[in-house]
């Protein structure tokens, strides 16, 4: 199985199955002498680590971290900083429960990747999905985390705005809260009506989908190119590339279909230190392919979860009718734990265009451009 590396200069593989001894991850081209610990990593995925509340996988994983490689103690701070070679992370599998999956291993589950797995290698890992399990996305989480950090200045949030057909009111919106909840919701009221209409979800063996948004900002202008590596095809490419996500809109997205060309052009003036101010942001921050210097947007949308109680009609590998019922610990909504792994694979591309165009044009910035 190829293709399980994603950037260029900043480049990320990805290793293991969600039932296998582990699972990491190899980030190479990350510069030297940036401070980085195994508690920086930690922080994050304890984020997305399975079992926090009873809207997620009762599945126990404590998701601990190692350095394998790629850091060294530096003589003149005593801290630990990156050498400029691979770092290699590593989380181990604790609680995986394989049994649970006994009865599918030749049935193809409605909604997984079961079919075309088995079309495509001819051999599958039933136990959670192998591959095209979610829990792959532990690496890139501990990943995002080495990302945050090649940026000076960069800060990447994100946010649960909708559950199904409930969205947050954008009036309400406040990036404290966003820890305060299960949900990674910046809305305290619309956080107290998701947990009231996903028990109902729970309780009935079902799922439901989600829509998740990601605010990068301090990201510098000038990233990225016209063509073949704009900023938002990037951060599009990243985000579909992460487990049930089936949509993806940067800026006003496809609400931009709705608006006027004078509604949606970000109109510019002068600021008193005489840089340039946008008035709005409906392009989410990318012109062109290119960072304006503004926070980049983006939303993206995760199915429900195909791994429910009801059962679901479908075919086996001998090519006989049968009906899947999927047993086991499964979210009823997967996109809250796919905040922190969005955050992570924006984090990653910036991270890459920042090195990228650092290595064509320098770090300096032609603007004020001089008067003819």
Same mark, same amino acid.
């Given at each position: 199985?190829?293709?399980?590396?994603?950037?260029?200069? /900043?480049?990320?593989?990805?290793?293991?199955?969600?039932?296998?001894?582990?699972?990491?991850?190899?980030?190479?081209?990350?510069?030297?002498?940036?401070?980085?610990?195994?508690?920086?990593?930690?922080?994050?995925?304890?984020?997305?680590?399975?079992?926090?509340?009873?809207?997620?996988?009762?599945?126990?994983?404590?998701?601990?971290?190692?350095?394998?490689?790629?850091?060294?103690?530096?003589?003149?701070?005593?801290?630990?900083?990156?050498?400029?070679?691979?770092?290699?992370?590593?989380?181990?599998?604790?609680?995986?429960?394989?049994?649970?999956?006994?009865?599918?291993?030749?049935?193809?589950?409605?909604?997984?990747?079961? /079919?075309?797995?088995?079309?495509?290698?001819?051999?599958?890992?039933?136990?959670?999905?192998?591959?095209?399990?979610?829990?792959?996305?532990?690496?890139?989480?501990?990943?995002?985390?080495?990302?945050?950090?090649?940026?000076?200045?960069?800060?990447?949030?994100?946010?649960?705005?909708?559950?199904?057909?409930?969205?947050?009111?954008?009036?309400?919106?406040?990036?404290?809260?966003?820890?305060?909840?299960? /949900?990674?919701?910046?809305?305290?009221?619309?956080?107290?009506?998701?947990?009231?209409?996903?028990?109902?979800?729970?309780?009935?063996?079902?799922?439901?989908?989600?829509?998740?948004?990601?605010?990068?900002?301090?990201?510098?202008?000038?990233?990225?190119?016209?063509?073949?590596?704009?900023?938002?095809?990037?951060?599009?490419?990243?985000?579909?590339?992460?487990?049930?996500?089936?949509?993806?809109?940067?800026?006003?997205?496809?609400?931009?279909?709705?608006?006027?060309?004078?509604?949606? =052009?970000?109109?510019?003036?002068?600021?008193?230190?005489?840089?340039?101010?946008?008035?709005?942001?409906?392009?989410?921050?990318?012109?062109?392919?290119?960072?304006?210097?503004?926070?980049?947007?983006?939303? /993206?949308?995760?199915?429900?979860?195909?791994?429910?109680?009801?059962?679901?009609?479908?075919?086996?590998?001998?090519?006989?009718?049968?009906?899947?019922?999927?047993?086991?610990?499964?979210?009823?909504?997967?996109?809250?734990? =796919?905040?922190?792994?969005?955050?992570?694979?924006?984090?990653?591309?910036?991270?890459?265009?920042?090195?990228?165009?650092?290595?064509?044009?320098?770090?300096?910035?032609?603007?004020?451009?001089?008067?003819?």
């Amino acid at each position: 199985m190829s293709h399980n590396s994603f950037g260029h200069l /900043f480049r990320v593989t990805t290793f293991g199955e969600s039932h296998g001894p582990a699972l990491g991850c190899v980030v190479d081209g990350c510069p030297p002498r940036i401070p980085l610990t195994a508690a920086d990593i930690q922080a994050e995925l304890d984020r997305r680590k399975p079992g926090q509340s009873r809207f997620t996988t009762q599945r126990r994983e404590p998701d601990e971290v190692r350095i394998l490689s790629g850091v060294f103690e530096d003589e003149r701070t005593g801290g630990q900083v990156t050498t400029g070679t691979p770092i290699a992370l590593l989380i181990e599998n604790v609680d995986q429960r394989s049994k649970d999956y006994g009865e599918i291993r030749d049935k193809y589950r409605p909604g997984h990747a079961d /079919f075309t797995y088995d079309i495509k290698y001819g051999v599958r890992d039933y136990r959670g999905g192998g591959r095209s399990s979610a829990r792959e996305t532990a690496a890139r989480v501990a990943a995002g985390a080495i990302a945050r950090k090649v940026v000076p200045g960069l800060l990447v949030r994100g946010a649960l705005v909708q559950i199904g057909p409930h969205r947050i009111d954008r009036a309400n919106w406040d990036w404290d809260e966003v820890g305060r909840n299960p /949900f990674f919701c910046p809305d305290a009221k619309a956080a107290a009506l998701f947990a009231d209409y996903l028990d109902g979800v729970r309780k009935k063996g079902s799922s439901i989908g989600a829509v998740i948004e990601v605010v990068a900002e301090g990201v510098p202008a000038g990233l990225g190119a016209p063509i073949y590596a704009k900023v938002d095809s990037e951060i599009a490419a990243a985000l579909m590339s992460i487990n049930a996500v089936k949509g993806v809109e940067i800026g006003a997205g496809f609400g931009a279909a709705e608006l006027t060309g004078e509604e949606n =052009a970000d109109e510019i003036r002068l600021s008193n230190d005489g840089t340039p101010l946008f008035l709005s942001n409906h392009a989410g921050g990318i012109l062109g392919g290119i960072s304006t210097g503004q926070a980049i947007v983006a939303r /993206f949308a995760v199915k429900p979860t195909s791994s429910i109680l009801t059962e679901r009609r479908s075919v086996d590998r001998f090519g006989h009718d049968v009906d899947v019922q999927t047993k086991g610990r499964h979210d009823p909504c997967v996109g809250i734990r =796919a905040v922190p792994v969005g955050e992570a694979m924006v984090a990653c591309v910036v991270a890459d265009q920042f090195l990228r165009h650092r290595g064509q044009v320098g770090q300096s910035s032609p603007w004020p451009f001089p008067r003819i």
